[in-house]
């Protein structure tokens, strides 16, 4: 099981040093990031945070989101020299030696798009409000860490709640938060990833999206959803470093809509 962070204080230190080791290890990557800083701000999201809490070995892949523009990003990304990608939803993955790196303009991050966490583009960003924004907006629980490179200002209570509880929440309880959220198969299968890892249960509000997307795949794509996601699943075997059996994931979807009951409502 993940560890919770009690010590915010040491956190932000051992967040600190690894930066400040991969930074040494590699000057593309020292020089993307104080370019981004330099610019405007810069925030850590997600698994590295929750790498460095946990320390462990794979913390080499880092999810940022920037307060300038996607051009502007790519503008500083030509500068240095780096190859780049940019992938359909205009998330950019660049990659410093072995580092590998996905930047956001928040502009264009999914949960601040369409005015789904409202933050005003115009204003200068205070950090301790705009951290907690960034949290709130994350999917589940279990990635709601987030932490500002000018200050270190961060957040760790939703993530502290899935470690304290056992329990995978979605944190917007909304239908138009939740079911608009264009990755349907990857969300699926990462609630089951981490639900067997971790062995932790899922929040009815968790059950009810699953139940739901369920039979939306069915609708939007006339196919069966389960294979849709097992096809999913095969993309997903190297990101997560294990095997995931397809005798486990169709026990665990199958169980899901089997016992939904009348707890299942699309309009939650």
Do not use: H
């Amino acid at each position: 099981m993940v560890k919770s962070i009690s010590n915010i204080e040491l956190f932000k230190i051992e967040v600190r040093n690894s930066i400040a080791n991969l930074s040494n290890s590699s000057p593309s990557f020292a020089r993307l990031i104080n370019s981004l800083l330099e610019e405007g701000g810069l925030f850590l999201i997600g698994g590295y945070l929750r790498n460095v809490a946990n320390n462990t070995a794979d913390s080499r892949d880092i999810d940022l989101i920037s307060t300038l523009s996607t051009n502007d990003i790519v503008k500083i990304i030509n500068e240095i020299g780096l190859i780049f990608s940019i992938n359909r939803m205009e998330g950019i993955k660049v990659v410093c030696d072995s580092i590998k790196i996905d930047v956001w303009s928040i502009q264009k991050n999914w949960s601040f798009s369409k005015d789904r966490v409202r933050w005003d583009f115009n204003t200068k960003y205070r950090s301790d409000i705009l951290v907690k924004k960034i949290a709130d907006g994350s999917f589940f629980n279990f990635d709601s860490l987030v932490l500002d490179l000018k200050n270190y200002n961060c957040s760790v209570s939703n993530y502290n709640d899935f470690v304290e509880r056992g329990i995978l929440d979605i944190l917007r309880k909304r239908g138009r938060y939740k079911y608009q959220n264009p990755t349907r198969e990857a969300n699926i299968l990462r609630a089951f990833f981490i639900s067997k890892k971790y062995s932790v249960e899922l929040s009815d509000n968790t059950k009810t999206y699953i139940i739901n997307e369920l039979n939306n795949i069915e609708t939007l794509k006339s196919k069966n959803p389960i294979e849709l996601i097992l096809k999913k699943s095969y993309e997903y075997k190297e990101k997560y470093k294990a095997t995931i059996s397809e005798t486990e994931l169709r026990t665990f979807l199958s169980s899901l809509k089997k016992d939904s009951g009348p707890l299942f409502e699309l309009n939650d």
